[in-house]
């Protein structure tokens, strides 16, 4: 297939303009600004503006490292306060970024010595994306190793000082191997987090992706004088695609991530990113990435690749919804929101019913942290589960209707 590029249809003065400190949030929301967004942002910015607020909504999506950078190029129209303010938080997060580097080195150099590993998110997305590691928020370690391999990694984590979290019995470590992704290494100092993963999504998200797959077509990068391997671009895009879906799109970050990722990926084939999605049932996931990266972004999407991702336009009218609520819907969404979402976004229905399912009654770290059971009543679990999640969703029903009142 030959794709040619267009002109997008969908951009930015489409979206929400409500306020103008959303403007400002969607100006900055890239690696660099040109000469049209500098203009904007100059603009914008000599109208009148709750600097609180910008503040607030720019962390709470993930923005502030970027709207540091990119509000300096119009620094003379800012409160000399906001602007220390912004450098304080960009200073002790290039700290946190600096610390995090030098633990995720350390942690991918043994492992990498005993066998095969990646590093996504975190530092690695940031330098990808935006050529500067400092220009995402720290946060914690993400590796992916073959399933077979966790033990081994386990005692590699251990012999530097990180622990399990929780700590689980073996029947319920071997459920969780076999249903979820990914479990917590802890160190106490500055609370670093090593997230271990084996495989990219739950079995409760359907993401048909094989990890044999995408461990023998990584990338190497560098990062900050280490080569490490990482997820080649097609990959990383379907990713974060899915990654962004999984979470409802709830933070502007994973869109620019998403967008600057694809600017910078000059080698990325839309043929086989399509085949990809396709064989993981993931074309309305990544067809929704890519109808947000066009509505947020000046990054062009191929016109082609939108007709055979999102012909019926059904994921483009989902990100216009997305857009209208993204300034307005904050935290992690329940799980009956999470269900009515997949059911939208999964290539195939019975799949997303698959997946209520198996969220419904496939136990998880809080069933195990609320109730210890042992190990020749493990089966028990299945039939807890639902009732805790009845016991819960009923405790939040009452309180919203208690608050209501």
């Avoid at 979470?247 to 869109?255: G, K, P, T, V």
């Avoid at 064989?279 to 055979?308: H, M, N, Q, Y």
Wanted: charged letters at 25%; proline letters at 3%; one cysteine or more.
């Amino acid at each position: 297939m030959i794709f040619t590029t267009e002109a997008q249809r969908h951009r930015v003065s489409e979206m929400n303009s409500s306020r103008t400190e959303h403007q400002v949030i969607l100006t900055i929301a890239r690696r660099e600004l040109g000469p049209i967004q500098r203009a904007d942002l100059r603009q914008r910015l000599q109208q009148p503006l709750d600097l609180d607020y910008l503040f607030r909504i720019a962390q709470s999506h993930g923005l502030l490292p970027l709207l540091h950078q990119n509000i300096s190029s119009a620094a003379d129209l800012v409160p000399g306060h906001f602007l220390s303010r912004l450098k304080r938080e960009a200073v002790a997060n290039s700290q946190n970024v600096l610390h995090l580097m030098g633990k995720l080195l350390a942690v991918y150099k043994l492992l990498r010595s005993q066998m095969p590993v990646a590093v996504f998110k975190g530092p690695v997305l940031a330098r990808m994306a935006y050529g500067e590691v400092s220009l995402r928020h720290a946060g914690d370690i993400d590796l992916l190793i073959h399933r077979r391999d966790f033990n081994q990694a386990k005692h590699a984590l251990e012999s530097l000082g990180y622990e399990m979290f929780p700590r689980l019995t073996s029947a319920q470590l071997s459920s969780h191997l076999n249903n979820h992704c990914e479990i917590q290494f802890m160190r106490d100092d500055w609370f670093t987090v090593v997230d271990l993963h084996w495989d990219l999504a739950p079995r409760s998200f359907v993401f048909r992706v094989e990890i044999d797959e995408v461990m023998s077509r990584l990338q190497r990068v560098d990062l900050s004088g280490t080569v490490v391997d990482t997820f080649g671009p097609e990959d990383s895009v379907l990713y974060q695609s899915m990654h962004g879906a999984k979470h409802l799109w709830r933070r502007l970050e994973w869109i620019a991530a998403l967008a600057e990722t694809l600017r910078a990926s000059l080698e990325l084939d839309w043929q086989i990113l399509l085949e990809r999605a396709a064989r993981a049932r993931a074309t309305r996931i990544l067809g929704l990435g890519l109808r947000l990266v066009a509505k947020f972004s000046d990054v062009d999407v191929p016109v082609e690749v939108f007709s055979s991702l999102d012909q019926d336009r059904t994921m483009y009218r989902l990100a216009q919804r997305i857009g209208e609520h993204i300034f307005t819907t904050y935290g992690a969404a329940g799980s009956t929101e999470t269900n009515l979402f997949n059911l939208q976004i999964t290539d195939r229905k019975r799949d997303a019913l698959l997946s209520t399912l198996r969220a419904i009654f496939v136990p998880t770290l809080p069933d195990w942290q609320a109730i210890s059971l042992p190990a020749r009543l493990h089966s028990l679990y299945y039939a807890y589960r639902p009732l805790r999640l009845s016991k819960v969703y009923t405790g939040t029903l009452l309180r919203r209707v208690t608050r209501d009142v």
